[in-house]
Nanobody, 126 residues
Framework: QVQLVESGGGLVQAGYSLRLSCATS????????MGWFRQAPGKEREFVGG????????SYADSVKGRFTISRDNAKNTVYLQMHALKPEDTAVYYC???????????????????WGQGTQVTVSS
């Protein structure tokens, strides 16, 4: 059974940083591309960024490029989302997801991801 569990969310002031973690279990080795998505109230879920199986390739939404960094530690089966210079518009529930059909390429559409975590709330106050 595949499980993805996010942690690290919380309430921070604008300009501060947070690091989210996504602990995975049940995936075949560490061979899946992983992604982070977010969903703000009243809005659709959007792609934040993703990383391929060995961390050699990453992809980011324009809205977070230069502020967010995705990394992974396959020995710990964990993916991270480091967020700097947070803005109130970054407020959302953040989800990690695994795309088991993708290894070297980082997909963006949510439909390409097969497994999802339960989400962690990030709230940025102005």
């Amino acid at each position: 059974q595949v499980q993805l569990v996010e942690s690290g969310g919380g309430l921070v002031q604008a300009g501060y940083s947070l690091r989210l973690s996504c602990a995975t279990s049940g995936l075949t080795g560490s061979s899946s591309a992983m992604g982070w998505f977010r969903q703000a109230p009243g809005k659709e879920r959007e792609f934040v960024g993703g990383i391929n199986w060995d961390g050699s390739s990453t992809s980011y939404a324009d809205s977070v490029k230069g502020r967010f960094t995705i990394s992974r530690d396959n020995a710990k089966n964990t993916v991270y989302l480091q967020m700097h210079a947070l803005k109130p518009e970054d407020t959302a529930v953040y989800y990690c997801a695994a795309a088991r059909r993708f290894r070297t390429v980082v997909p963006r559409p949510s439909s390409m991801f097969d497994y999802w975590g339960q989400g962690t709330q990030v709230t940025v106050s102005s």
